[in-house]
């Protein structure tokens, strides 16, 4: 079945620090990819996708890499900010069958002043 | 604004009660979905819907039940049956007949068992 894989937390960070939440996948045929944002008591946000191999995510400095050779999609962000708090969710979507997300189980991110 | 509401924010439940948790969206999707999230865990797929008057059930449905008679609507019903209700439980929709499309999400409704 289909699965997804994060790095647990919490990470502790200070302000412009380097960020990157590892995820890797489990899932047959060309799963959609993407990372989700949570903050602190609401739902979930889209923060970036990619659709295919190679293809890179980008949304508000943080980057992420479809790479199929290592089932991964890392989330990264050169200078994280104290409003980057969050829990973040790595999803995928498979190209057939169930069209619903699959999640990781989240990487909480405290970035400290 | 468009834009998907679940309701209540807080809901408490005794033991042996059936709750409802209420979800709309404004948002013309055809698709669905109720998750839940338990600390550590991440977001586990109850039930989804992809058009109305049909629904399939997830990874963790028992104790669960949910209806779609109407495209903006699909509530979700806490049974007696599921033996631990407690955790947020979160509403979403998407366009399903487009593929990669944005999941939108309820601000969700935490449930606690007293």
């Known amino acids: 079945g289909n699965s997804v894989t994060q790095m647990e937390g919490p990470v502790t960070l200070s302000e412009e620090a380097f960020l990157t939440i590892n995820c890797t996948y489990t899932a047959t045929g060309y799963p959609s990819l993407f990372w989700y944002v949570q903050y602190p008591g609401e739902g979930l946000q889209l923060l970036l996708k990619a659709t295919k191999a190679d293809d890179k995510g980008s949304n508000k400095g943080f980057e992420a890499t479809y790479r199929k050779e290592t089932t991964s999609f890392h989330l990264e962000k050169g200078s994280v900010q104290v409003s980057d708090s969050a829990v973040y969710f790595c999803?995928?979507?498979?190209?057939?069958?169930?069209?619903?997300?699959?999640f990781g189980s989240g990487t909480r991110l405290q970035v400290q002043p | 604004d468009g834009g998907i509401t679940q309701s209540p924010k807080y809901l408490f439940r005794k033991e042996g009660q059936n709750v409802t948790l209420s979800c709309e969206q404004n948002l013309n999707h055809d698709a669905m979905y109720w998750y839940r999230q338990d600390p550590g865990q991440g977001l586990r797929l109850i039930y989804y819907s992809q058009i109305v008057n049909d629904f399939q059930k997830g990874d963790i449905a028992e104790g669960y039940s949910v209806s779609r008679e109407k495209k903006e609507s699909f509530p979700l019903t806490v049974t007696s049956a599921q033996k631990n209700p407690t955790a947020f439980y979160l509403c979403?929709?998407?366009?399903?007949?487009?593929?990669?499309?944005?999941?939108?999400f309820g601000q969700g409704t935490r449930l606690t068992v007293v």
């Open positions: 979403a929709s998407k366009t399903v007949w487009t593929v990669n499309t944005e999941a939108f």
């Open positions: 999803a995928l979507e498979r190209d057939t069958g169930r069209r619903a997300l699959t």
